[in-house]
């Protein structure tokens, strides 16, 4: 568009001009918007699980997130995408992929309950589809209250991003040696930078089994929410608008107002409060 004259465009297509202004200027129809949802929904959630969710999985957590939609159309949108799981026929390991440095043991063993705060920390990053690109966001919780203490975004999946949430946790927080902080397996926990920021407070490093994201479950349930409570229904059209979306959600909704289920059904915040 621009590098010819549409009148020369509608004359070689065959199309009156008044027809193109009008197809032009037609809203999106109902169906289109659906679609598009959908699909920013399914490779949301496809690199959310990293890769290890096919289309009958896929379809079954989005359908228990409020967003119902048919098997065979989720598995036309990962085609679509070139997008494979990790358990399909199809998928191939790299050596690279296989490459296991720096992992830790499991510390947690899912005894996600803390007597006081600070001695469990959890961390893990999530997928978030906007404006046609992936946007990272980091987050640290205290499984003590289940307060995100830590968190950062970026266009980029690298060891900074873990990185600066960790930091933001440590200058918030008092630790004593001993806190145990929790990932998965990710290269960029695995990076000797970030496993030493936690080593020079005195922390031990804890990692869940091999694919097994249960492991990290408080996590995962936080991200679960927040993508039904905040991404899925504002639907971003730009990177700012959802890095001030997500601040919103952390930092106002979530950590001071959001009854937790798990804390008695007060908010983070308020239980630290009523703890103190």
């Not at 600066?164 to 004593?176: P, S, V, Y």
Request: charged share 25%.
């Amino acid at each position: 568009m621009g590098q010819y004259a549409i009148v020369l465009m509608c004359r070689a297509l065959g199309v009156s001009r008044s027809g193109y202004y009008k197809w032009h200027a037609r809203p999106v129809s109902d169906r289109s918007q659906r679609r598009k949802q959908v699909e920013e929904a399914v490779l949301d959630t496809f690199a959310t699980y990293k890769a290890r969710y096919g289309a009958p999985r896929i379809a079954k957590e989005l359908t228990a997130l409020g967003m119902t939609c048919c098997l065979n159309h989720v598995a036309d949108l990962l085609a679509e995408n070139g997008l494979k799981a990790r358990n399909g026929k199809a998928f191939k390991y790299s050596a690279t992929g296989l490459a296991m440095n720096n992992v830790a043991d499991n510390l947690l063993w899912r005894d996600f309950s803390a007597g006081e705060a600070n001695t469990k920390w959890t961390s893990d990053i999530t997928y978030i589809w906007v404006e046609n690109q992936w946007l990272y966001l980091a987050t640290v919780m205290d499984l003590f209250s289940r307060r995100i203490i830590g968190w950062a975004v970026d266009l980029t999946m690298t060891e900074e991003l873990i990185t600066t949430a960790l930091k933001m946790a440590f200058e918030l927080r008092d630790t004593h040696p001993g806190l145990i902080i929790h990932s998965d397996r990710g290269v960029q926990y695995r990076a000797q930078k970030y496993q030493d920021l936690i080593r020079s407070y005195g922390g031990s490093i804890s990692m869940s089994r091999k694919g097994n994201c249960w492991d990290n479950a408080p996590m995962e349930s936080f991200f679960s929410r927040f993508k039904v409570e905040l991404i899925y229904a504002e639907q971003y059209q730009s990177i700012d608008e959802a890095k001030s979306g997500i601040f919103e959600y952390i930092e106002i909704f979530y950590n001071r107002l959001r009854r937790h289920s798990a804390i008695g059904y007060v908010s983070p915040a308020e239980f630290e409060r009523l703890c103190a």
